[in-house]
């Protein structure tokens, strides 16, 4: 037994609350050295009657540990806890302070979870679990009120470039919803709607007003009534962190200089607002002049923000906030900026931007989860880039879910595109049978997905700007084949609870390896989960204790022999398998 692999600390994801009554507990450990794990656990007013051992379970593996995990509801809230470690030659006992092969004679030495506290509870709106999300870039998604074009707009569907227009609004939307409903979709992920001079709006001009090109406050009140109508949640994007060039504070500032009362909303390092040595002598968001970094810790400013992001939930109704560059913006803003949401509406999501491991912020006092890049690039590699094995992308996948509170990773969202990044169908060099199993993958993991618009119907695009080309409406022009997929993918996600919010436990992804098979199991529900990622044929055997089973992908049913089920997939083949008892 390597101890000096084994980890625990009493908080974030080791020891954290699942909801009011549970407590998740856990351990790290070398790969493969436990056979088992237990918590001796107990209250610390009265050990001796409470302590017991609670078995726990390998929750997930990575390149080089096991982590175990167990959820214990503890009767008055409090917990003293240590581990019991099983090797197949030694038993270890771990407390706070070390370890030892004898029973800690008393809970003084103990790790402790001291009180279930409410208010401490790292509590994420129920309704993304279930949620599909479909991200749309208003300029570019539909044009139904030709009245507000720019004067510049150019004919629907052509080139996109950094500074041209094609006249998308946000009427636009509300003449698609049909379009939405029918594929599934039951949350919308808006890229920026307010003032602003780009086509892609993230140089806010005023927070308080819709541009003008997309509509106006009315126009997105409608949109959100249109939406819930259907069932359909609304998140915007917040851009807190930098604002434009022509927000009146900074005007005054580009104007006024050390006078302006608003040169504390700014990082400035010298007057005038110019150039030095080729760079803003202002902050800015990636050293862009024409987006100042706005100075959140600045009461004036702090407050204006915060005000904007009560306004959009209360008086519009929209469901959530998409904060942009929400790691270069301070901790104790996002803090009260949580606060003020929750309170306008305590279902609403709270989603940073951020493409790194984010356990900063996952904590329960800031955002609900974090757009989860890590994800994407480790179904890239694997699916589409083929760099890595099976095995490989198990243990990425493993370490991901390791790193965050479970209920963060229940509303996590995940992506295989944006505007930001290359289309996924170009990604995948036009091979469809690849984005489809980029996109099964997607769909039978925990967190919440998201298409990008157009993806379901076959739109290709390389790097910004390419990436934001118009939709396309033309019904010939549209890949039917590729929205038959995406609309039965999302109607098993809804009807499979263990897709959604069960636990994940990988059955084949050996070294070297193509196949992937791996289990979702909620309750009595299970799942199991097939995907060939080789462009030739490959037969799966899978341990079963049950007889009969179904692919609700193709329809076809299958029946286990001497405790096995073998399954052939075709070339990039998957299924979705459920018992048939």
């Known amino acids: 037994m390597l101890l000096e692999a ?15 009554e549970t407590i998740h507990l856990r351990l790290r450990a070398k790969k493969g050295d436990l056979l088992q794990a237990f918590a001796f656990a107990g209250d610390k007013y009265m050990w001796d009657e409470s302590k017991e051992l609670v078995p726990m379970r390998k929750l997930i593996s990575d390149e080089m540990f096991d982590y175990w995990e167990c959820a214990i509801k503890p009767t008055y809230r409090r917990l003293k806890y240590g581990f019991l470690l099983k090797s197949a030659d030694l038993e270890m006992w771990m407390t706070e302070d070390n370890f030892s092969p004898e029973r800690p004679e008393n809970p003084d030495r103990l790790f402790e979870y001291p009180f279930l506290n409410p208010a401490d509870i790292f509590t994420v709106p129920k309704w993304v679990k279930d949620a599909i999300f479909y991200q749309i870039f208003p300029e570019r998604f539909a044009n139904g009120n030709r009245d507000n074009d720019p004067e510049d707009v150019l004919p629907w569907g052509g080139k996109p470039e950094r500074h041209n227009f094609f006249g998308g609004d946000l009427q636009g939307v509300i003449d698609h919803l049909d379009h939405l409903s029918e594929l599934g979709i039951n949350a919308i992920y808006f890229t920026p709607v307010f003032e602003a001079t780009t086509n892609h709006k993230y140089d806010t001009t005023d927070y308080m007003k819709i541009d003008p090109h997309f509509g106006d406050v009315d126009t997105m009140k409608k949109l959100v009534k249109a939406c819930h109508e259907r069932e359909i949640r609304v998140v915007l994007d917040a851009v807190f962190n930098h604002s434009g060039q022509a927000f009146a504070p900074f005007l005054d500032v580009l104007e006024k200089g050390e006078k302006s009362r608003y040169k504390d909303w700014f990082h400035i390092h010298q007057f005038p607002l110019d150039k030095a040595r080729g760079l803003p ?15 959140t810790s600045n009461p004036e400013t702090k407050q204006y923000l915060l005000n904007v992001a009560e306004f959009w939930i209360k008086e519009v109704g929209i469901d959530g906030w998409r904060l942009d560059v929400a790691n270069e913006v301070d901790h104790q803003f996002w803090r009260e900026f949580r606060k003020v949401v929750k309170k306008a509406n305590p279902e609403a999501y709270i989603l940073g931007e951020i493409w790194h491991e984010s356990s900063p912020w996952l904590q329960g006092d800031q955002f609900d989860a974090v ?3 890590p994800f994407t690039n480790a179904v890239i590699d694997f699916v589409i880039r083929q760099k890595m094995d099976a095995q490989s992308f198990a243990n990425v996948i493993g370490q991901q879910i390791s790193r965050y509170p479970q209920q963060a990773s229940e509303v996590a969202f995940n992506l295989l595109d944006s505007h930001d990044t290359p289309r996924l169908l170009t990604l995948c060099d036009d091979n469809k049978d690849r984005m489809k199993l980029a996109a099964f993958f997607q769909f039978t993991y925990m967190g919440t997905p998201c298409i990008y618009y157009g993806d379901e119907v076959g739109l290709d695009g390389g790097p910004d700007p390419d990436c934001r080309k118009c939709m396309e409406w033309r019904p010939e022009h549209q890949d039917q084949d590729l929205f038959d997929f995406y609309r039965k993918l999302i109607a098993l996600r809804k009807e499979l609870a263990p897709l959604r919010t069960g636990t994940i436990r ?30 030739a044929g490959q037969t799966f055997e899978i341990d079963s204790a049950d007889k009969l089973w179904l692919d609700k992908i193709s329809g076809k049913g299958y029946t286990a022999a001497d405790g096995k089920l073998t399954v052939r997939l075709p070339a990039y083949g998957c299924a979705i398998l459920t018992s048939e008892r």
């Open 506 to 535: 990988f059955l084949e992804a050996e070294k070297g390896g193509s196949k992937l098979a791996y289990e979702r199991k909620l309750g009595g529900d299970l799942a199991v989960v097939l995907l060939n990622n080789y462009d």
């Open 6 to 20: 084994v980890y625990h600390r009493p908080k974030l994801n080791w020891s954290y609350a699942y909801d009011q």
């Open 371 to 373: 757009m989860n890049y």
């Open 281 to 295: 002598t202002y902050d800015t968001f990636a050293f862009e002049p024409i987006m100042p970094k706005l100075n």
